[in-house]
């Protein structure tokens, strides 16, 4: 039964990640198509208080299939290793945007090109790559045997464009939530539209499951039929929830009628095609690992979760409330939308050709190095080969490194750098 544990631990960690960083790439995509450069500076600062956290949650659903079903690992990763990767640039690429956009003291329209545009090829890849899951990889004792555009399919297209359908509608739903002024009633208006193309493309790809899943699904027994009915039934009722909320009040409402709506559809879809993991034939059971490896996996891995769990929460709280371009900033409306929640402070700009910046490479490059040496001499000492040093000088490597960054970074608030009283103001 252990296998179970470690399927419902790696689809918590998959919905958590499809909820959280849906609503943040979603908003991503939606600037693409804000002309407004203030709201475009609102949705990324809005995203930079959240996003890393929101992206753990992937990171324990990969740690948790390598480790946990690695038959399902081994049968789909080299099946989809070009949407894949294309996803983790993407994502890279999206977080430097972010954390450029923030520190920049003003607009910059090339890193919010990147920031949007990385969001939706993010977003596309995701779907492709549940797509190419859902339509079946070919594979023979538990090794792929297809090609390298075996991804490609056009259900995986569809499922490309209803999830980003349904990353759209939570972005917009997170932005009525957070926002005031012109960015609230435009999420507010987009929300409804959205809706309806969410609900178009969950009967298409409902449908379509039936014809691309080669596997057959037994909706002839009773309990399955019970279990998709009712989940089906949820979300219908959370969607119609989202559809009386959009621009009304409270704000709330809406996003965690889609929140639901999407643990609802995840849950239906686990209804209609477990025990089978990799259509059309590879269970649970077949793809799981050892007793062991799943013990320490439900220990390790689910002792993190609690963790991930009270980080979301603690950066929840600290960002709650109405985000404010400035502090100063309230909305008249009702006492419950005057709340401004904390911004990230920016980063004080210092004139250019000061010369200081020299001095911050010569510095961050030295500790870069250094950084790079300590896992080095770390994979050679706890590899069992140490041929270079051993634990005592990855200790002493450690300590210089540790050293050097509060040297260098007590060095950069002498400069200004961290001024936080100053960027406040």
Request: hydrophobic letters at 55%; charged letters at 10%; proline letters at 5%.
């Amino acid at each position: 039964m252990l296998e179970y544990a470690s399927y419902a631990l790696v689809l918590l960690a998959l919905g958590a990640y499809l909820l959280l960083d849906g609503y943040d790439l979603g908003i991503g995509i939606l600037s693409l198509f804000d002309r407004s450069d203030q709201r475009r500076k609102e949705y990324n600062e809005l995203i930079a208080t959240a996003w890393d956290a929101n992206e753990s949650w992937i990171i324990l659903a990969g740690v948790a299939l390598w480790a946990g079903l690695p038959g399902v690992y081994a049968t789909v990763l080299p099946g989809v290793y070009l949407p894949l990767i294309v996803m983790l640039l993407a994502i890279v690429l999206r977080g430097t945007a972010i954390e450029l956009q923030s520190a920049a003291p003003g607009y910059r329209r090339g890193w919010g090109l990147v920031f949007g545009l990385s969001s939706l090829v993010a977003t596309l890849c995701q779907g492709l790559v549940a797509g190419a899951v859902l339509s079946g990889l070919p594979y023979h004792g538990g090794v792929f045997t297809g090609g390298t555009w075996d991804w490609l399919t056009p259900y995986s297209v569809l499922c490309a464009l209803g999830l980003a359908a349904v990353h759209l509608l939570a972005g917009a739903a997170w932005l009525q939530n957070k926002t005031a002024g012109t960015a609230h009633d435009w999420a507010g208006r987009l929300g409804r539209p959205l809706l309806l193309a969410v609900a178009a493309a969950s009967v298409v790809l409902g449908f379509g499951l039936r014809l691309a899943d080669p596997q057959h699904l037994r909706f002839d027994q009773p309990l399955r039929a019970a279990l998709f009915g009712l989940a089906v039934a949820v979300a219908v009722l959370c969607g119609a929830i989202a559809w009386y909320g959009f621009g009304r009040r409270p704000d709330w409402r809406p996003f965690a009628a889609v929140a639901g709506a999407e643990a609802a559809g995840l849950l239906a879809l686990v209804a209609a095609t477990a025990p089978v993991v990799v259509p059309p034939d590879l269970t649970v059971h077949a793809a799981a690992s050892p007793y062991g490896s799943q013990l320490f996996l439900l220990i390790g891995v689910g002792g993190c979760v609690p963790v991930v769990l009270a980080y979301n929460i603690y950066a929840w709280w600290v960002f709650r409330g109405k985000f404010a371009q400035t502090p100063a900033h309230t909305d008249a409306t009702g006492p419950s939308d005057t709340t401004v929640a904390t911004k990230r402070p920016a980063a004080v700009s210092r004139a250019a050709g000061d010369g200081r910046w020299a001095a911050v490479v010569t510095r961050r490059v030295p500790l870069t190095l250094l950084a790079v040496a300590v896992a080095a001499l770390s994979q050679d000492v706890f590899g069992g080969v140490r041929v270079w040093v051993g634990p005592a000088g990855v200790a002493v490597c450690c300590v210089t490194a540790l050293a050097v960054w509060i040297r260098s970074d007590r060095r950069s608030a002498a400069a200004g750098e961290f001024n936080l009283g100053a960027a406040e103001k």
